[in-house]
């Protein structure tokens, strides 16, 4: 479960294409290779570096972006159930969102 990311039609039949690229990168997760490797080849125009505004979970003690949310925060990584994904909802929407359905 998660939100996945989208790549068009012609970054995905060059990656199928370059795959001696992406050799290299075999050994990362998925999808810091993908972005990586675009950003090697200077390929797609949206690709950007998130840094330290990119988190997982609090509750994810098993990588280096376990953190706890804060006000530079504009992506949560590694929301694999609706509880973490709730938390995360909860955060963002914070408690004004709480207070104006009651």
Do not use: C
Not at 52 to 59: E, F, K, L, N
């Amino acid at each position: 479960m998660g939100a996945g990311y989208t790549l068009s039609w012609d970054l995905v039949t060059w990656l199928g294409d370059n795959r001696d690229i992406a050799a290299t990168y075999m050994d990362w997760p998925e999808d810091q290779a993908i972005g990586e490797i675009l950003h090697v080849a200077g390929r797609g125009s949206n690709n950007i570096n998130l840094g330290m505004q990119m988190m997982d979970h609090p509750s994810d003690e098993l990588t280096s972006w376990t953190r706890e949310f804060g006000e530079d925060v504009i992506l949560v990584h590694r929301l694999k159930n609706v509880h973490l994904q709730g938390d995360a909802i909860e955060y963002f929407l914070g408690d004004e969102r709480v207070r104006t359905e009651e």
